[in-house]
Structure formats: C-alpha cells, structure tokens
C-alpha cells in the first residue's frame, strides 16, 4: 500500500498523488510492516516508480509526485535530484513537487524541486531563512499546468501566517533568483508570486 497513489476527485477530476522518499531507508514498508515508500533516487528512479507513475497517468487526468529528496537545508536542488526530477516528468506526471531541504528551491516547468516548510520547528538558519516559505497553488487540468500562485509565508514556532514588509520582500527575492537560475519567470501580482505556463 505505501507504494501506491490516492485518488482525489474533484467534481470528476482526478488527481492521483505519490509519495515517495530516498531517506531513511529503515523506514521502508514490507509486506509485514506499514512503513513509508522508499526510493533511492541517487542513481535514477526505480521502475517500480516510474511504473506506477505511468500507470496512475492512464487513470487520472493528473499525477502528482512529491519525493522527499536531497539534504537539508540545501538553497538549490543536487544533480541526481534533477535528473529524477526529470525522469518523473518524462514518465507523466503532471506535476513534481519535491520537499526535504526546510527552504523552498526554483521551478522548472512542472517540476517544483522544493516546496520548503509550511509549519517550522527547526532552529533558524539566518541566511537561508528556513523561517520563511511559500504557500504553493496551482491551477491544473488534464494537460497540466496552467497557473501557480505562491503566498509569501512567516513561519513561527509552530504557527504560520502571512508574511509582511521585510520577510515578504525577501521572499519575493529570493524566489525570484531561485526560479531565474532555471529560466523560469516570476511576477507579482496581489502580493502573489505567479508563474504562467498556459492562458
């Protein structure tokens, strides 16, 4: 069961949704234990991964994949969770939204290598501040992405809300930096940071 998608329908769209992480390893299911999907994306991604992704494209009208990847604390995604990231798009699924490093990373295209922390209990980092985040929306259909909205966020200790003034301006920064390393454009709208992929 850990390694296979759910299924939300919305008012007949279909959007499945797989989990997968690349660490730890101990934490993994077997057929005796409940544990997470485990998948060592060091050296590509696994088949059963880029199966299934395949499978639950030919039975929903969108796939979304969200692996926990990389280390923490890391302000931009590593090689082979590129590559991965990459190979998850090139088997279907519609969107990639990777998580593990506490900070949000760029966008390329459909793939969102870091979608950073919405509720913070770590120590903060003064430079990457991992107090900071975006809250992510996108607007789908079937095939694939055509807007996303990102909402400036202040994490407190367990407590998030929207960013202001100062935090907010760098956020808007740094997302944009982050985003232009992979030739992605980000503009602002509302107080929204807002990428177009289709009107």
């Known amino acids: 069961m850990a390694r296979a998608p759910a299924v939300l329908d919305a008012e007949g769209f279909r959007l499945a949704i797989l989990g997968v992480t690349d660490h730890p390893e101990e934490f993994a299911a077997s057929p005796n234990r409940p544990g997470v999907a485990f998948a060592d994306l060091r050296d590509g991604v696994p088949p059963w991964v880029l199966a299934t992704v395949e499978r639950a494209r030919a039975e929903a009208d969108a796939v979304l994949v969200s692996p926990q990847w990389g280390p923490n604390m890391s302000p931009e995604p590593e090689g082979h969770v590129r590559v991965a ?32 922390d919405f509720l913070d209990d770590y120590a903060v980092d003064p430079v990457l501040r991992n107090d900071l985040g975006l809250l992510f ?25 929207l960013a202001t003034e100062d935090d907010a301006a760098w956020i808007r920064r740094r ?23 289709r009107s």
């Open 85 to 116: 990231a990459d190979e998850l798009a090139a088997a279907g699924a519609t969107i990639v939204a990777g998580h593990s490093a506490h900070v949000f990373q760029g966008i390329s295209g459909r793939i969102l290598f870091d979608v950073g």
């Open 137 to 161: 929306l996108i607007t789908l259909d079937e095939e694939g992405p055509l807007r996303l909205q990102a909402v400036p966020l202040a994490l407190d200790h367990c407590f998030t809300r």
């Open 175 to 197: 997302f944009r930096s982050a985003c232009r390393a992979f030739g992605t454009e980000v503009v602002e709208e509302g107080g929204r940071l807002v990428v177009t992929y």
